[in-house]
């Protein structure tokens, strides 16, 4: 390997390039990573870390609201976006430089660029610098999608949401995937007038349906109005600076913040993969085998990029399995089977392995079983929200093979769920285990 400059050149400082760097230089590797944004990619610069963060301060929109039921008695209360928002940056900086500091540790040297594929072994720095390597890992992730209509240059994206300068009174959102409903939910509690327009009839495809409904119906009920079957067509911007959405089958929106989640697409575009022979899917992603290599035997690619499951503990194991491989002589792939996962909407919704529709597809006969039941700290609120836990069962083998559900804190309970379903555990041993009284996790070995 001594005739290249690295045995390792990753592209893109997110969560699996930084983790591929630091295991492949524990290894033994002389890696060096090009970024050329900020080091943390979207999870901690843009995305999950900075969004959870305002969703805890949006939270306590409900809980000023209920405390008085508790007994407590307030002042008058405002909210500060000013406060909230420069106190998420502040914590994003501290982040980056956590995420730096790992790779200055593990002796990974950093360039604060852009760097493109040139050739299989080859990749050009923007300062004009060439350097070669035995690998190239590409870890770009992935971008939101901006559709073509007129007035998009006035729409703002998830990557901008963070920065807003002040707080929105009116705001309309494009898209019903987890973005969308993870943002509405956080703008309607902070005070904003929310509507959600969306080209489907529906929310969240691909969740639980029964999760869908309920949530529908809370968010409803929370005052989040939705335009389904529709799309933006055009946007023009006032002359105090707000806009005018024109919307298809639901006339106009007013709005001061618009903004588009309808998805996202790998960040490939211009990358040079086709210098090197990489052959791209049709939406631009890379295609890899199950050892994350490409069409060129010395060009991998892990994360986002790929398009396989876009989550951050995915693309973190996916570049501990590559650098353990390819630099650690053990064979190691990624399972994609009952992955966890979560919207932080408001309430939050969480769920693992197969949903009912899914399990009917593939086992036939199942068995469903459901607690629908008011969250014992929403006794003291005005809003009749109730909670909905589901576990979806094998009919014959007795195997879990689903855990759904909604309400307060579902993501930190279906956590240890998940432990369960992934260990291929039956009804039978959920309802074997003691339950934890008073709580809501104790629904999930109650259900008969």
Not at 66 to 94: I, Q
Request: aromatic content about 8%; glycine content about 10%; some cysteine.
């Amino acid at each position: 390997m001594a005739e290249f400059d690295y045995d390792l050149f990753v592209i893109g400082a997110g969560s699996g390039g930084v983790r591929a760097s630091r295991i492949a230089a524990a290894h033994g590797a002389r890696v060096a990573v090009a970024e050329e944004y900020r080091v943390g990619g979207t999870c901690v610069i843009r995305g999950c870390v900075p969004k959870k963060l305002l969703v805890y301060g949006a939270h306590f929109a409900d809980a000023l609201h209920d405390a008085a039921g508790f007994g407590w008695t307030l002042g008058e209360t405002s909210f500060d976006w000013d406060k909230l928002r420069n106190f998420v940056a502040s914590e994003v900086d501290r982040l980056e430089r956590a995420y730096t500091n790992t790779l200055d540790n593990n002796h990974v040297e950093h360039f604060h660029e852009r760097a493109v594929i040139t050739g299989p072994h080859n990749v050009r720095l923007t300062s004009g610098r060439e350097i070669t390597a035995k690998y190239i890992l590409v870890a770009v992730g992935a971008w939101p999608v901006m559709p073509d209509f007129p007035g998009n240059e006035h729409c703002i994206t998830s990557n901008e949401v963070f920065h807003l300068k002040s707080f929105p009174k009116h705001v309309v959102i494009q898209g019903a995937g987890y973005i969308a409903m993870e943002f509405a939910g956080i703008f309607n509690a902070l005070g904003a007038q929310v509507t959600v327009v969306n080209r489907s009839s529906q929310i969240l495809r691909g969740y639980d349906e029964s999760l869908r409904d309920r949530l529908l119906e809370i968010t409803r009920a929370r005052g989040i109005e939705f335009r389904f079957d529709s799309a933006i067509e055009k946007v023009d911007q006032r002359a105090d600076g707000s806009f005018t959405v024109h919307t298809h089958g639901h006339g106009e929106l007013h709005a001061d913040v618009v903004m588009v989640a309808t998805g996202r697409k790998a960040k490939t575009a211009g990358l040079g993969l086709e210098a090197a022979g990489v052959a791209l899917g049709a939406k631009g992603e890379v295609p890899v085998d199950e050892w994350n290599a490409t069409s060129c035997p010395s060009i991998y690619a892990v994360g986002d990029v790929t398009d396989r499951v876009q989550l951050t503990p995915v693309a973190i194991r996916e570049g501990h399995a590559f650098a353990d491989n390819v630099f650690g002589g053990q064979a190691r792939t990624t399972s994609y089977e009952n992955i966890p996962n979560a919207v932080f909407s408001q309430p939050p919704l969480a769920g693992v392995g197969l949903t009912e529709v899914k399990a009917r597809e593939k086992f036939g006969e199942v068995k469903v079983f459901t607690s629908d039941f008011r969250p014992m700290q929403n006794m003291f609120s005005d809003r009749p929200e109730r909670g909905l836990y589901k576990l979806v069962v094998d009919a014959g083998s007795d195997k879990v093979l689903g855990v759904h559900m909604i309400g307060p804190d579902a993501p930190e309970i279906l956590q240890a769920a998940a432990i369960a379903v992934n260990a291929g555990l039956t009804k039978r041993d959920f309802d074997a285990t003691m339950a934890l009284h008073p709580s809501m996790a104790e629904e999930l070995v109650l259900m008969r």
